[in-house]
């Protein structure tokens, strides 16, 4: 039997230990997903964790125990859409809030606003290639030329060109892959993650029953 689908029944059962494997088991590839996708580390954990909690309180929905996986997954991207829907709403508060400070208080002509910069940006890992890959990605990666007219550019046999962009793209995911790494690393998930998560669980169906109790009182 599927160890996913062992636990699921488990968890069930009411034994919640089981349900914890199941958070270390994916814990990482759901919070890896949510950090991508927000670029914010404690944004990122509560996602996380509220997926973890939604899945809890639904899994006896899930009919097919085997793909716990994709469903979780599908959980933590709906969750991320909801925060964005949620940071949206909040962004015109403050907006029109800003608005109306402004219109009290002139703005700082020198301020510069912030962006938040991506977390793998191509043009900078392409920056970081040797000139001469770094020649060939600009223009096969960024600019869209074909490698036939790169080499024509560059002064180079196509078969010289496609050698230099088969390392640069070797290198570049190699670079991808350091830097995904290091990022997760630099936001790594606490050690108690999944306790917190089956605790947060317990105490949102204690709650669930309390309230199905008055309900019904």
């Known amino acids: 039997m599927n160890r996913d689908a062992v636990l699921i029944e488990k968890t069930l059962n009411s034994q919640s230990e089981a349900y914890a494997e199941l958070v270390k088991k994916y814990q990482l590839p759901v919070y890896a997903l949510a950090l991508k996708r927000t670029r914010s580390a404690a944004t990122a954990e509560e996602i996380a964790q509220l997926a973890f909690v939604i899945a809890y309180q639904k899994l006896h929905q899930l009919k097919d125990r085997k793909k716990f ?42 301020a510069i606003p912030a962006f938040d910069q991506p977390v ?14 770094r020649a060939a990605a600009v223009l096969c990666l960024v600019e869209g030329v074909s490698p036939r007219a790169a080499a024509s550019v560059l002064g180079l046999k196509p078969n010289t060109l496609r050698k230099r962009l088969f390392d640069a793209r070797a290198r570049l995911q190699r670079q991808i892959v350091k830097r995904a790494e290091k990022e997760l690393q630099l936001h790594f998930l606490p050690r108690d993650f999944a306790d917190r ?5 317990e ?12 309900d019904g009182g």
């Open 69 to 110: 996986g994709a469903w979780l997954r599908s959980i933590t991207i709906r969750q991320t859409s909801m925060h964005f829907r949620s940071e949206t709403q909040n962004k015109r508060i403050m907006h029109k809030l800003e608005l109306e400070a402004h219109a009290a208080s002139p703005a700082d002509p020198n």
């Open 120 to 133: 793998f940006g191509i043009e900078s890992l392409i920056s970081e290639l040797p000139e001469k890959l």
């Open 197 to 201: 998560c089956v605790c947060r669980c």
């Open 203 to 214: 105490r949102a169906a204690q709650s669930k029953e309390k309230g199905g109790d008055n």
